[in-house]
């Protein structure tokens, strides 16, 4: 496992997609999703100028913040309410804020720090039982109700691609995602800033980056396949 060379590869291939589109973003971020990860490859990245890290388990995200706490550490995981303390303060984004109940939650416990939490909305586009995330049809009124938490701020969206083969059918969520941000965008409210859409991992970031992500999600594709036998439950 190169991770340099992966993240060379990573680099020329975000480029050929934005040649190879209009909606593409000027400018891709790339998050290195650590999960399952020794803290020994995740310097390794990080000395080779990789600074964005993505963690999707609370236990594993707050020892490997607190071991490496010069890098930007992104919360990427389904969220349970009773974990969210441990983790307010510790996030540059939280990726995954998909129902009232966790917003609760994150206002509370960020008013309690007196911090502001940066999150995005998960939608949940392909109707996946298996995946977290609103339906489309549920976020204009989800979005209507944090209005009345100020200590969240929306800085825009977050998807999986479905779990298929199918590039037309991947590509159709990702399209579906930018539609949506570009809706939001147009309601100007003053609480939401549609800064980020983050979308596509190691198997589909080129399409994701041809739709106009300007986060991607890649684990696979920087430190090789993962063990998850490694990984909290
Ligand atoms: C694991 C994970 C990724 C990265 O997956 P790869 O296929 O390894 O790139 C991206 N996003 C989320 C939400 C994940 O849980």
Redesign the pocket.
Known sequence: MNIQQNLTILQQNIKTAQQNSAYAAPEVQVLA?S?TKPLALIKEAFDQGQLDF?E?KVQEFVQKEQSLPRARWHF??HLQTNKVRQIIGKTVLI??LDRLELAKEIEKRSSAANVVTDCLIQLNLAREDSKSGLYAEDLMDFVAKLADYPHIRVLGLMA?GPNVSDEIAIRKVFRQLRELRDLLQAQNLPYLEMKWLSMG???D?QLAVEEGANII?????IFGE?DYSLQEK
């Open positions: 999703v999960k993505g999707n990427i995981g990726h995954s999986i991992m190691s198997y970031y999600r890649v684990g696979s594709g993962r």
